[in-house]
Every structure is written in C-alpha cells, then in structure tokens.
C-alpha cells in the first residue's frame, strides 16, 4: 500500500466491502477475477481488466463473487483542489464497459496510466515520488478533460465536516425508513430549527429535498434491475405512497416509473448468496501480478498516440430531422494538363483515368493548343493525298478523351498570339474543321474556350476586346453551342478588376463564363510569425467568391463562374507547402464554394505543374492531385471525400457536414485550422490545435447499421510526410516508391452498431484532420 495525504494506492483481494463513503475519487481496477460494486443508483459488474470510477461523496459496496485481484486508487480532495478548485462542481463518468465508440485508445491509455502508477511504486527508483505525482496528473487531467460532467448537489458538500457525513451516511443507510427532520435532528444531537438552517446552509437543499432524492436514486436502481411492482419499490424505499413517488419521478425524468422501467430495463446481476462474510482486504505482492501490469502498460503502448492534455473540446448535437434540405452540389473539375500531348504518355493517362473514376472528372484543361508541340507544322509535300497529318498526335489524345468521355478545357493565352493573331485564327479554324469531320459536333460542343492573357505584360483594353470578339465569332460559326468565357482578374483588397479589364463586364453578353483564381496567400505576410490576416484566410476563398458576385451583381452581370486556379494557405516555399497537411482546409474550402462554381481546377501532378510554369520556381497556385510519380497528394484524398458525399444536406456547421441518401446517412467532421505553415514542422505546436468531438445524432430510424470510418490525416493519407521519412541522400528505388504509394493512404475501420433513434460517439481529430463516416442501414 502506497499511503498519503494525497493519494492511496492498494493492491487487494476483496470479498466484501460493506457501504463506504470517500472524500475523493477512487479507481477500481480488475486485474483477475471479478467485482460487482454497487452504487446508490445501479451494479457495475466488473470483469478483467475492467475498471470504474467512484465519485467522490458516493455510496458504494463491494462484492467480489470470484477470487480476485484489485487496484484500488484512492485520490484526496485537498489534493485535486490544490491544483482544480473547480473540481467539487462536477462529477467523473467513467465505467470501462460503458464507453462511446471513440474512445477506445483513451480507455488502453488510462489503463496504463494505473499500471505505471503500480510499477513506478513497486520499483521506488530515484525520484520515484516524482514520477508518482506526475502519473496522478496525468491521470487526473484525463479524467477532467474527457469523462467530466455536471455533479449532483450531494456531492458538492465539503467533506472536511465530519458531522455532516455522519448525517448523509446515517440518511442513506435509513432512507427506507419513516425519517422526519426531528429524529436526525435529535439522533445528531440538535434542534430542529438549528439543524433545518445548517443542513440547508451546507448543502443549498432543504432536508426533505434531499431525502427524497435518495430515495428516487435507489428506487431507479430497482427499477432498472428487478421486476418488484412500482408500488413496492416506492414503499420499499421510504416513500409514503405510491403517487408521491411517482410524481416526484416524472419531476424529475420528465417521465412515469413504468415508461422509464420499459425504456432502460436491464438485466440483473446475480450477486453471491451469502453477505454473512467478514469486512476483509488481503494486500498482496506477487511477480504474477507485475506481469499483469506490464499486459497493461504494453496495451497502451501499442494502442495508436494521442494527446490527451492539449487537444480542444467540442460538443456537437445533430438532429437528422431537418426540414430545409438541398442537394449538394459538386462542380465539375478541370485537371489541368499543360499542353495536349502530355496524354500520349501512358503515366499521365493512368493518372487521368484514376482521377476520373474517383473524382468524376469532366474536363482536362490545356494551354498553347496551337502554339505547342501538339500539333505539328504543315509540310510541304507534293502528293496529292498528303500521308502525313499535323493533328495525328492531337487525334489520338483527342480520341482517347471521346472514348472515356472527357471534355477539353482550352486556355488560349493572348500574349503567345498577339504578335500574328491572323495567322492564329487561321490555324484555330483549320483545327476546328478537322475536329468536326473526325469527332463530330455533339462532342466538340461539350468544350470550353477561355481567353486570358499572361497579367506581367500590358495590353490595351481596347486590343484585348477587339481580339476576345473575333475569336468568340469564329469558335461559335463553326460550333454554335460550345462554351466561350473569359478569365476577370479581381482584387479582393480592392474589391474591383483593373481599368483594363472593365471591358468584360461591357461585353457580358457575349461571354458565355467567368473564371477567375483564389489564394489566400495574396492576404498574408509570410514574414510575420504573427500576422492578423491569418484569420483573413480561414474564409478567404468563400469571402473572394462572394466578393466578386456581388461585383458583378452591381454591373448587372449572373455568369456561371469557373474557379480555375485555387489555394489554401500554403506557405511561400514548396518546402512549407508540401510539410503544412492541409486535408481539412481543402474538403472545406471545396465544400462552402459548391454552390457558388460550376468548376474546380486542379494540375495533374508535381512535375507537369512545374514544366509549365518553365521550373521549380513557380509560385504556389493551383493544388496537383499527384507527385512526381503515381503518388497521390492529399488535395486527390480530400477531393475524392468531396465526390463521395452524396445526398440532401441534414445539418451543416463549421466543422461538419451529414447528409442523408437512399443508402443511409453520412458525416464529415473536419478540424480546420488555419496557422502559419513554418509552424507546422513543430509538433510541439500542432498537438495544440488538435480537437475532440464527442457527436451525438438523433433522430436515425432504430435499427442495424454498418460503419465505414475513413481517417484522413498527416498519418493517413499525407504523403510528403511518408516521402520525406522514407527518402535518402542516396536516392530512392521503384520499391521505397512503391511502399510510400502503398502506405500513403487514408485508413479504414468497419464495424456493426444497433442504433436506437440515437447514437453517440467520440471522435480525435489532429490538425486539419477529416474523420468520414458511412452510416449504411442494413437491410435484413
């Protein structure tokens, strides 16, 4: 035994333990055999390795109905209120059979916080007593920080007044008898009046008040776990009358005795026969029990980490009954290419092909069409059937697009046309023609045409215009219902487009769409370690978009608007860029945009990216779905997550979405944080912003469901992280690439829940982190 002020650690067999009462919190943990531990509302029947949590101030008995073995840790309250005055407040709610899915981990952890705290006393190395005190922290921040809740009046008392626990435990072992105020009073030696005001003074109750809720705490006992008549238990339990029990129980549950009996009836625990047995503790010491110890303190070290001591916590309650439902809308994307004979290497096509079937991709974006290498130069030649083509290579990508019903997106950049624009029309129109003939109209016009221009070179406004109506005039004689936009370059600090510029808006007729790009790197200063436009970029691609709708709303202009080139926060290097997860932020920016885009544009990969942009000095825009080779970075991830999530919306908030559709129910939760990416190489840091949910969903039709939980996280799907761990100064090999695709996924955990109209989970999300749930109704 282990004693002090501050703490009691004991290792026990106990047959019997008659009522006790604590002035702290104790723990009891099952190391072989049994217990059943009755409380003044229910039994626990624990098992191996179960442990449970008794309130301080709270009646309890043990019973232990096999040979056993029993940590028993005993906690002050002088020393929890040493460091947690607030502590007397609330109550802990911990029974290791009885916890909400999520909380697996932290049940091994706490487990092996009892272990250690045993094994670091057994040992009494140097410096044990501080490791001792440390262990009790920790222990006691778990239990503040995850199993806390509102406590009762009773157990609010200050234990320090030794009379006033004698007069609570004479209450609850006569509660079943005829008591008045008087008797106690007399019993305790005092006058009624005195003992009225004291025991209202003390515990902010009155005396019947709180004799009566005794009572009704005992009496739900024997509602829950014996089939005796209600008019029974009310006698039984000291209540006059059968309606005045009942009337202070639906005051109380808000319900009958015989309603709340149907609704959480539970099977009784069969305790031992004979309770004739004498008070007995055996303390014991054996190598058998270390080993025990260490099961415990190995379980928790397996079991995946958390940081239980940093993370915030959320309280999310979702009611599925929601009567303003709407589809969610999912823009189609662009994946963008570079220029057109990119797809005639078979990586980029498998890579297409991969992007197409997870995340629906409509149309593949290109630039300098004709200014390119993917149509050749004419050659002269003197045969009168040429047997050579300048479109062959373009007709076979072009081909492959038709058959796997893919649309061109094609950028035609007026700084690479300007110095001939004649001779581009001229070329434009010839490809046209020949697209025609080979592909046909039906196809051709699924197409989009966008004009731009390179922004570094100023051309008159004037030009711009006269040219953007030519080619619209030659694009639509030939192909009547194609899609002809133009991209408006928009300031959010100014809230306008440039003088140059203001010619689109003129000529908003003839424009057919508007693309324009969002970063939130625009609004920050990555100088600043603490910059106050960090909080400008939590919603800086939602508040741009609106911004420029309501721009365009004042010149009278409702386009569809194609968000061609976007960004999270991502740092000013590619090296914070690729370290910064960023799962979260992307799934959320792609959410709040869906009804305000018809597109999102993506590059293809790393190093198509980088070509086009002429080198690895480029700036961060624009998200690529995959690396250097075939892996997959967390935009394709969080983006597949977007694709996936089906249905009418039922609730949406900050950190959440849920939807509903014919298969059943599913939920997004996202821990969004929006930080400096330099920080986001410190961990230190990062377990700061993690956040605990605990999700509470009601209103699910009762029945059998199976959960699909998907983890996306900086473990579970970042894979520069996993490139970065597993790299060398020596290179890497086909087989280090391949373990890193293999391994840089999200995780998948399956499993069966009976739900009865609610159902109530934890959930640990690290930074920037997207737990996805499939709620999928068994049909039997």
């Not at 009885?98 to 932290?106: A, C, S």
């Not at 054996?286 to 303190?297: A, C, Q, T």
């Not at 922004?455 to 215009?465: G, M």
């Not at 996280?713 to 086909?734: F, I, P, T, V």
Request: with cysteine; hydrophobic share 35%.
């Amino acid at each position: 035994m282990a004693a002090g002020e501050d703490f009691q650690l004991r290792l026990q067999h106990i047959e019997l333990l008659s009522s006790t009462l604590y002035s702290g919190i104790e723990i009891f943990l099952v190391l072989d055999g049994e217990l059943v531990i009755e409380t003044n509302s229910r039994f626990y029947h624990l098992k191996e390795y179960d442990y449970l949590i008794i309130n301080r101030n709270q009646i309890y008995q043990v019973q232990g109905t096999k040979k056993n073995t029993v940590l028993t840790l005993s906690i002050s309250d002088s020393f929890i209120s040493q460091y947690y005055p607030e502590y007397r407040r609330y109550q802990f709610e911990l029974f290791s059979q009885q916890i909400d899915r999520g909380k697996e981990n932290l049940m091994s952890e706490m487990r092996k916080l009892l272990a250690q705290l045993m094994v670091i006393y057994c040992r009494q190395d140097e410096g044990y007593r501080l490791e001792l005190h440390e262990m009790l922290c920790k222990i006691l921040i778990t239990l503040i920080r995850r199993f806390k809740k509102q406590g009762r009046v009773s157990e609010n008392i200050h234990v320090k007044d030794t009379r006033l626990k004698q007069i609570i435990l004479y209450l609850e072992q006569h509660y079943d008898e005829q008591l008045t105020l008087e008797d106690v009073a007399h019993k305790f030696y005092l006058s009624p009046s005195y003992f009225s005001r004291y025991f209202k003074q003390q515990l902010g109750t009155g005396f019947i008040n709180f004799l009566m809720n005794i009572r009704l705490e005992h009496s739900v006992k024997d509602l829950l776990y014996t089939t005796e008549s209600i008019t029974y238990i009310s006698l039984k339990n000291g209540f006059p009358n059968t309606k005045s029990f009942s009337n202070l129980f639906k005051k109380v549950y808000g319900e009958t005795p015989h309603t709340f009996r149907e609704k959480n009836s539970q099977e009784k625990v069969a305790l031992v026969e004979s309770l004739q047995l004498q008070e007995s503790e055996i303390l014991l010491s054996s190598p058998d029990i270390l080993m025990k110890l260490g099961v415990l303190i190995a379980e928790g070290e397996t079991t995946k980490p958390f940081s239980n001591t940093e993370a915030g916590f959320e309280e999310l309650e979702i009611d599925v009954n929601s009567v303003n439902r709407k589809i969610l809308n999912h823009p189609n994307p662009i994946l963008m290419i570079g220029e057109l004979r990119e797809l005639l290497k078979n990586p980029v096509r498998t890579q297409v092909l991969l992007a197409k079937e997870d995340l629906q991709i409509k149309y593949v974006g290109i630039q300098k069409l004709l200014s390119g290498r993917s149509i050749s130069p004419a050659v002269e030649t003197d045969e009168l059937i040429p047997t050579t083509s300048p479109y062959y290579n373009s007709d076979e990508v072009i081909q492959f697009m038709k058959t796997n019903d893919l649309s061109l997106y094609i950028q035609v950049n007026y700084a690479e046309i300007s110095s001939d624009e004649s001779a581009y029309l001229h070329k434009l129109q010839s490809f046209l023609k020949h697209c025609l003939q080979v592909f046909g109209e039906s196809y051709l016009a699924t197409w989009c045409f966008l004009f731009s221009e390179t922004f570094d070179q100023a051309f008159a406004s004037k030009q711009l215009e006269k040219f953007y109506l030519k080619l619209r005039k030659l694009i639509k004689t030939e192909i009547p219902s194609i899609q002809v936009g133009a991209f408006l370059p928009f300031s959010f600090t100014a809230g306008t487009t440039n003088d140059q510029y203001k010619w689109i808006l003129q000529q908003a007729a003839e424009i057919d769409f508007l693309a324009y790009k969002v970063s939130p790197n625009e609004v920050i200063n990555f100088k600043e370690l603490i910059d106050r436009h960090y909080g400008l970029a939590k919603d800086f691609i939602k508040e741009k978009t609106e911004k420029l709708k309501q721009y365009l709303k004042a010149h009278s202009i409702e386009k569809p608007l194609h968000l061609l080139t976007w960004n999270t926060i991502s740092g000013n290097t590619r090296y914070t860029n690729g370290t910064f997860f960023r799962g979260a932020l992307i799934l959320n920016d792609a959410i709040k945009v869906s009804d305000d885009v018809k597109t999102l544009g993506f590059w293809i990969n790393t190093e198509t990216h980088e070509q086009n942009m002429g080198g690895k000095d480029l700036p961060l825009e624009g998200m690529e779905l995959f690396h250097y080779f075939n892996g997959k970075r967390p935009v394709y991830y969080a983006m597949s997550f977007f694709k996936k999530l089906q249905g009418k919306v039922v609730a949406k908030g900050p950190s959440y979405i849920m939807t509903e559709n014919e298969r059943g129910y599913q939920l997004v939760l996202m821990n969004s944080n929006i930080v400096n990416p330099y920080f986001s190489i410190e961990e230190t840091f990062l377990q700061k912003l993690m956040r605990e949910m605990r999700v509470t969903i009601s209103g699910i039709p009762s029945g059998e469901y199976q959960i699909r939980k998907y983890i996306f996280d900086k473990d579970h799907g970042a894979l520069y992280k996993n490139w970065r761990e597993n790299n060398s100064k020596y290179g890497m090999d086909q087989e280090i690439i391949d373990y890193i695709i293999r391994t840089s996924h999200p995780s998948l955990e399956v499993f069966d829940e009976m739900i009865d109209e609610e159902w109530s989970f934890y959930s640990y999300l690290t930074v920037n982190a997207v737990h996805f749930f499939e709620i999928r109704k068994v049909i039997l």
